[in-house]
């Protein structure tokens, strides 16, 4: 029985809660949204495994981050989202968690699963009146197939189906990408932005500057893969040449002292048995950036 075990913690535990008490949903700045969906996943899996992986993770961390503590704003981790059924089933489940955070005054949090979960977030966004905002992605992939393996709703058409909902993109670390997605970021210029990882990486950039007219509001989504494989080989669709640990987080400060971040999430790990390491990583990235969150606001 390893220590985890002996604090006997639920299948899904709560974000942080071997050091913090869940704060009511309409006392928290955070609602931490588990979304153990895996459909359409294309290489390797495990990714449904993640939000758990994550959450328990999560009670070996610090709550000092080594900057501030963002547990002080009250953290609540909602249920995990149903994940059965028909994927349009599951985008509406994850998007009425979404509004649920958004309604209780709240920052959705999520937790994937795969990258198609990003879609059901930008829903509830939608669905809770929030209108006038912009996405910024972190990925190995470009995400913007019109389908991949006649599905709509595959990992890989994810950011097409939130482009064709007229959100403005900016994609950052993109380093694999195929023709056609090539050809949808130049039919949607001045909607897709983006800096490409030949780009951010060989000249070390830690900062970005947005346009002038991409919203004020900003959901910020990351898929580990797009960080180097040395950093996160945890996922099912790795591709060497990404973002570092800091470069990362840094990208997202310079974000998030531009605009307004009103969610974020955390897609596409997959924990392999024996490497917990991984796990922990992918809790302190959650937890880091709920810190930065904290002192931009």
């Known amino acids: 029985m390893d220590e985890f075990d002996q604090w006997a913690a639920p299948e899904y535990p709560v974000f942080l809660g071997s050091e913090i008490q869940q704060a009511a949903p309409n ?37 000092w981050d080594g900057k501030s503590t963002p547990a002080e704003l009250g953290i609540h981790t909602q249920p995990p989202v149903v ?5 349009q089933q599951v985008i509406d489940n994850i998007a009425a968690a979404t509004r649920r955070a958004v309604e209780a005054g709240a920052m959705p949090v999520a937790l994937g699963g795969e990258h198609t979960v990003t879609y059901g977030v930008i829903e509830g966004l939608r669905a809770a009146g929030i209108r006038d905002f912009g996405v910024v992605q972190i990925d190995a992939h470009a995400d913007l197939r019109e389908a991949y393996q006649g599905n709509p709703l595959s990992h890989a058409s994810v950011m097409k189906r939130i482009v064709d909902r007229g959100v403005p993109l900016y994609q950052l670390g993109i ?19 983006y800096r490409d990882a030949d780009d951010l990486v060989p000249g070390n950039v830690n900062a970005l500057e947005l346009p002038d007219d991409f919203p004020e509001q900003v959901f910020f989504t990351v898929d ?39 969610g974020f999430d955390v897609m596409e790990h997959a924990p392999m048995t024996g490497f917990h390491a991984y796990d922990f990583s992918a809790a302190l990235l959650v937890y880091k950036l709920m810190g930065i969150v904290q002192r931009n606001r």
Do not use: N
Request: net charge negative; hydrophobic share 35%; aromatic share 8%.
């Open 27 to 63: 006392e928290a700045a955070f609602h931490v949204i588990p979304v153990p969906y895996e459909e359409s996943v294309s290489y390797g899996g495990g990714t449904g495994d993640a939000p758990r992986a994550i959450l328990k993770a999560s009670w070996q961390l610090e709550t």
């Open 83 to 87: 994940v059965d059924g028909p994927g």
């Open 175 to 193: 380093r694999a990408y195929c023709h056609e997605e090539a050809q949808i970021r130049a039919q949607h210029q001045g909607q897709i932005h």
């Open 224 to 262: 580990v893969d797009g960080l180097d494989p040395s950093v996160f080989p945890s996922t099912g669709t790795p591709v060497p040449g990404g973002l570092g640990w800091y470069q990362t987080l840094s990208l997202f400060e310079s974000v998030a002292r531009q605009r307004k971040i009103i």
